[in-house]
């Protein structure tokens, strides 16, 4: 397989990382996923930005510097054979520190991107939607006040395994709450639903993770006319909704038709339904956004 290594195409076979590499060893380093369209990363600049931002917050020595960055993602993706649009997942790990804590800021990172061909276009998911199931599994809290994309995803993989357990229908959405019972988002997205016309979606303060893809559909809708709200609300607020759906970097905005509780039953009155009108007026406005010049991002 190959992948983009320290600036450089290579073959994953021939990378070795450290075992002392405190990435491995306690989880310290951060990832971006995103996509292309026609060829080139969508929102690159917000992904990187984020990215060395949480670096920073970490002490990890690294810079994301844009244009090197879609050079090397279009050199994997030759490489690779990429036959149309890839799904990319970009990691910069901590560096090798030895065994123990580190005594000072982390100065030679790994950075890795490796590329795969998206899954198949499955148009009928953004009609129909899928199932959204509220999980067990809380949120937790992330630990340095905001939320980072880190290595350590422990949490997520936990409430993937439940997720995995409960029976879900296959392609479902789990849904987590925080601790303290407030609506939190996907295992693998953020969480939007529609309530007297407003577009609302959780509060940063929930401890969720700033998508991207959330970022921009918020955008989307106010420059669309369309009123939107961030806020604290409760499983019950998303029962009584009008429209609810997911969004991500690869799977964009998902209508989420099926609503269900930790046993399985089917709680919401518009379960089956379609997606809704502005759920679907959002995603062809993405989409449209996604393949115009915005995707070289210099806000």
């Known amino acids: 397989m190959k992948i983009g290594y320290n600036g450089s195409v290579a073959d994953s076979e021939d990378v070795r990382i450290s075992v002392f590499d405190h990435g491995f ?16 990363p969508y929102l690159l600049e917000r992904h990187l930005r984020r990215l060395e931002d949480g670096c920073a917050r970490l002490q990890i020595s690294y810079r994301a510097e844009p244009d090197r960055i879609r050079r090397l993602v279009r050199d994997v993706m030759a490489a690779a054979a990429i036959d149309g649009d890839a799904y990319v997942r970009m990691t910069v790990s901590a560096g090798d520190e030895g065994l123990g804590l580190p005594a000072g800021p982390y100065a030679s990172p790994s950075e890795i991107v490796m590329v795969k061909n998206l899954p198949p276009a499955t148009p009928e998911l953004h009609v129909r939607g899928r199932e959204l199931r509220l999980l067990g599994t809380p949120r937790n809290t992330p630990e340095l006040g905001i939320r980072m ?29 925080t601790a303290e019972g407030w609506l939190a988002e996907g295992i693998v997205s953020n969480l939007f639903f529609v309530s007297g016309g407003i577009v609302r979606t959780p509060s940063l303060e929930t401890g969720i993770l700033p998508g991207i893809t959330r970022g921009r559909v918020m955008e989307l809708a106010r420059e669309a006319g369309m009123p939107v709200e961030e806020g604290l609300y409760r499983w019950e607020d998303l029962l009584e909704a009008d429209e609810v759906w997911t969004t991500g970097s690869v799977q964009e905005l998902v209508p989420a038709t099926a609503l269900a509780d930790g046993s399985g039953k089917l709680a919401h009155p518009r379960a089956g339904a379609a997606a809704g009108p502005i759920c679907s007026k959002l995603l062809g406005l993405y989409r449209a956004d996604a393949r115009s010049g915005w995707r070289i991002d210099r806000s």
Do not use: D, V
Not at 26 to 40: C, D, K, Q
């Open 149 to 177: 994309k880190s290595l350590h995803y422990m949490n997520s993989i936990a409430a993937k395994q439940e997720l995995m357990a409960s029976g879900a229908s296959a392609g479902s959405e789990g849904l987590m709450l």
């Open 25 to 40: 060893l306690y989880g310290m380093g951060l990832f971006e996923t995103f996509r292309t369209y026609g060829g080139e």
